[in-house]
């Protein structure tokens, strides 16, 4: 069975502070990448579909100049940039002609941006062809290239602005004074109501509205405009999926898993024949000392009987009588007598228990020397390497958890943050590296959007400061 493929729409806000990094992303301003997939020998192939020739934020404020958007009402951060992404997987592009399928694609797609936000407020479409699948490229056997749109938009709304309670003329309040098109992100992507087949509201448990996501309503509409125009053999994807980006770095995991795997048994192979004869050691020492511990109780049993054999040779046994078979003997010596015969008895059964034991200790010693013999004779000869060899073993498994980790770090700035947020980081000082190092989670999160603002800040101070602009005003100054 093929695979299924999916189309993805989904949108990114910018405010005119952040939109920069989209902007050196978008038109392949930076030399480098942290997105290793990346082929700038492959960038002549990105297609633009309307071209910015300025900055971003310079023919935002053309177009707001002109009049053609407002930015009324509006805070300096507010978002009044959208970045929509439409995207198909690969393999959709290669079984039905590649790179030339893909151009009238996007070319298509970007006609349905135009109808979602409108021609006049569209900053700039680029289909990239650069971005390689590592994936398709190893299971095709040949380069195969992640193509998708990228479209800087204005989210614009019709806003009348009528006339208010303080206007001169009483007969014009709350009729219409201006209508503007007015950028609102909020208001361009509002959530709809639910609606049954006959046209009624449909209502949640709590006897609310249930509201559609706009971005759900938006992957619908890109569903039908490209399937109506004639595109097939896909299916609606999800919001906000990420399905092609999370494939590759699915494969790239897959692989690094398979090679940590390979080493891991390695080692575990290596680690349970040094447990085993550690272990074998372990207890032909422990075994080793019981049977001491049992000898020298033998050997203090035979000087207890040694020191018995002294006391009975020292018994006046009596005198026998002349007739009859018994002997006379003092009461004390009788006494020790009966007790020195208890205790011999007792030891005779104790002495030949302790010898059966002590066979077959010696057995066992005999049999762990002969399993752990090749490792004892290895300690013997060259302990050094032996100790190394096993050190080596542990470090490759460490240097694996490492890579682990790091590529674990990869994935998570990838997932945070844009490349060219990413870039920032990678260029920080050691200093702000090491104090970053301490945090996790959240903060960790918190301390590097820090840096990556206080970085752009930076940015714009050195641009603005070079600018032809600036410099004439300072040359203006120094000569008044």
């Given at each position: ?32 990448y ?15 579909y ?89 299971e ?14 204005l ?30 992100h ?16 449909i209502?949640n ?22 399937s ?7 299916i ?5 999926s ?12 897959k692989k ?12 575990k ?32 049993d ?39 015969a208890?205790?011999g ?45 096993f ?6 498994e ?15 700035l ?19 590296k ?6 996790e ?38 000569a008044?």
């Open positions: 069975m093929g695979k299924t493929n999916y189309s993805v729409a989904r949108v990114v806000t910018y405010t005119k502070q952040s939109i920069g990094k989209a902007e050196r992303h978008n038109e392949r301003k930076n030399k480098v942290s997105n290793m997939n990346v082929d700038l020998e492959q960038t002549k192939n990105n297609v633009h309307k071209t910015c020739n300025t900055t971003y934020n310079e023919r935002l404020k053309e177009l707001v100049d002109t009049g053609t958007v407002s930015l009324r009402g509006l805070k300096d951060n507010a978002k009044v940039f959208d970045e929509l992404v439409l995207d198909i997987n690969s393999d959709y592009f290669e079984k039905h002609g590649g790179y030339d399928f893909a151009k009238k694609f996007y070319e298509e797609a970007y006609h349905f941006a135009e109808k979602e936000y409108g021609k006049d407020n569209i900053i700039s479409a680029v289909m990239h062809a650069d971005e390689q699948n590592i994936a398709l490229t190893e095709y056997g040949k380069p195969i290239y992640h193509y998708h749109l990228h479209v800087i938009a989210p614009v709304v019709k806003k009348e602005i009528k006339y208010s309670k303080r206007t001169k003329d009483k007969s014009l309040v709350g009729k219409v004074k201006e209508t503007i098109m007015q950028v609102s909020s208001k361009k992507w509002k959530s709809q109501k639910a609606l049954d087949n006959e046209g009624n509201e209502l448990d709590k006897g609310k509205p249930v509201l559609i996501k706009s971005y759900s309503l938006l992957q619908d509409r890109f569903y039908k405009y490209m109506d125009n004639g595109y097939k053999d896909f609606r994807g999800e919001k906000g990420n399905a092609e980006h999370l494939s590759d770095l699915e494969y790239k995991a690094e898993k398979e090679k940590l795997q390979a080493i891991t048994d390695k080692v192979e290596q680690q349970a024949k040094f447990a085993e004869n550690a272990s074998a050691i372990e207890e032909t020492k422990k075994q080793k000392n019981q049977v001491q511990q049992e000898l020298n109780d033998i050997k203090k035979v000087d207890d009987y040694k020191s018995y054999k002294g006391d009975i040779d020292n018994i006046d046994v009596g005198k026998s009588k002349f007739f009859g078979k018994k002997i006379e003997l003092d009461n004390n010596d009788y006494q020790n007598l009966v007790k020195y208890k205790k008895v007792v030891a005779d059964v104790e002495i030949t228990k302790l010898k059966d034991e002590n066979i077959k200790l010696k057995h066992d010693f005999n049999e762990l020397k002969e399993k752990t013999r090749d490792f004892i004779r290895a300690i013997a000869y060259a302990p050094t390497k032996v100790m190394n060899f050190k080596s073993l542990f470090k490759e460490e240097q694996e958890k490492q890579r682990q980790l790091e590529l674990a770090e990869q994935q998570r990838e997932k945070l943050y844009t490349p060219a947020e990413r870039e920032i980081l990678a260029n920080i000082t050691d200093y702000d090491e104090y970053l190092n301490r945090f989670g959240e903060t960790r999160e918190r301390i590097e959007r820090g840096l990556i603002e206080e970085y752009e800040k930076e940015l714009r101070y050195k641009e603005k400061i070079n600018s032809s602009e600036y410099k004439k005003r300072r040359a203006d100054r120094d008044r």
